[in-house]
């Protein structure tokens, strides 16, 4: 599976925005997919993470209660919503999908897209 992210921008703090990560490929509802995030000078850490019915999602506590992942394997999409938007939200956001059991742990994801530039202004 191929998969494209989209939807980053510039938007203040307080602001929101809704991420797409595209798949391409027939048996994307198969796939569990992960958001994973990389601030500038850091290291990629776990967003969110959608299993491949959509009826399980995981939350990296900084972000419980302001964003929601959620998928239409109609349209080969996962959405992250992201709303009440900090600075320390600023970051390079990455889709990854997994055949496998859908987890938090980037190691356990094999398929990556490229990622979208969020940045957060003060």
């Known amino acids: 599976v191929q998969l494209q992210a989209f939807g980053g921008g510039l938007v203040q703090a307080g602001g929101s925005l809704r991420l797409s990560c595209a798949a391409s490929g027939r048996t994307f509802s198969r796939y569990g997919v992960g958001w994973f995030r990389q601030a500038p000078g850091k290291g990629q850490n776990f967003v969110a993470a959608?299993?491949?019915?959509?009826?399980?999602?995981y939350y990296a506590d900084d972000v419980k209660g302001r964003f929601t992942i959620s998928r239409d394997n109609a349209k080969s999409t996962v959405y992250l919503e992201m709303n009440r938007l900090k600075p320390e939200d600023t970051a390079v956001y990455y889709c990854a999908a997994t055949r496998g059991p859908t987890t938090m742990l980037r190691s356990d994801y094999k398929f990556w897209g490229q990622g979208t530039l969020v940045t957060v202004s003060s």
């Open positions: 959608i299993d491949w019915s959509g009826g399980l999602t």
